[in-house]
Each structure stands twice: as structure tokens, then as C-alpha cells.
């Protein structure tokens, strides 16, 4: 199925994009591999119980802003998406989930900091990456 957006990037978003899903993707899987061997750590202990919160906000946002760019979206809807997944980040680490999920507000830092880097990325993209086909 071949879906027709109404814009093309810069060869460099597509590198930055590309770098941006694989760092996401290999911080993921070394929190993986941190379960089944305690000696693996991804940078710090610390870091490494939440870095998957990291890693899925930035694989996540990245990966539906940048295909909302392409498809020619407004960015305030980029932005709102941002601002909900965040308030869904903090709600979902929050005691008011506590039957679903441990509370643990670092977590919630953890995916801010993720949509963060995404929302740089996405806000270059569709000032200076944009190209019109």
C-alpha cells in the first residue's frame, strides 16, 4: 500500500531521523538484555530502570510526528501530541494508575526528556527539512 504525502525531507533529516530511531531502538534492547543479566548496564544503574521510558517516548513521537510532517499536518497538532503524551507520560506514573503500573514519577521525567529531543528534531524538521513534492 503506497500512501502519498504531500512533503519529501533533506537527505540529513532522514540520517537524523534514521540515528534517532536506532539510538531508541538500541537503548530498548539494552534494557532488554539488562533483565536477564544484572552485570549489563546501559550507562548507570540508575538510568538503566528507566531509560525504556526514554527510548519508547522518542521512538514514539518521532515516529508519528515525522510521518504527520510528511503527510502535511499542521505542527500545533505535532505540539499537542507532544504536550498530551507527556500529561499521559506523568498520569500513567502517577498514584492514580497505581493498580496498572508502579508508580515512579522519574520514569515520567524520563519520557519528557524522550518527546523533548523529538520535539527539537520535529521543530527543525518542518522549519528547515521540509521538502514540498
Not at 14 to 27: C, D, P
Not at 45 to 72: K, P, R, V
Not at 86 to 112: H, K, Q, R, W
Request: aromatic share 18%; glycine share 6%; with cysteine.
Amino acid at each position: 500500500m503506497k500512501i502519498n504525502t504531500k512533503y519529501d525531507t533533506k537527505k540529513s533529516v532522514k540520517i537524523i531521523f534514521t540515528v534517532l530511531i536506532f539510538v531508541g531502538f538500541l537503548l530498548t534492547v539494552g534494557r532488554w538484555h539488562s533483565v536477564f543479566n544484572n552485570k549489563f548496564v546501559v550507562i548507570t544503574a540508575a538510568i538503566n530502570s528507566h531509560i525504556s521510558n526514554f527510548s519508547f517516548s522518542l521512538i514514539s513521537y518521532t515516529g508519528i510526528g515525522y510521518f504527520w510532517l510528511l503527510c502535511g499536518v499542521k505542527f500545533r497538532f505535532i505540539m499537542f501530541l507532544g504536550v498530551f503524551m507527556i500529561f499521559a507520560n506523568f498520569v500513567c506514573e502517577s498514584p492514580l494508575m497505581a493498580f496498572m503500573n508502579t508508580p515512579d514519577i522519574v520514569d515520567a521525567v524520563y519520557g519528557t526528556v524522550g518527546i523533548a529531543v523529538s520535539f527539537v528534531f520535529l521543530l527543525v524538521t518542518n522549519k528547515q527539512g521540509l521538502i514540498p513534492k
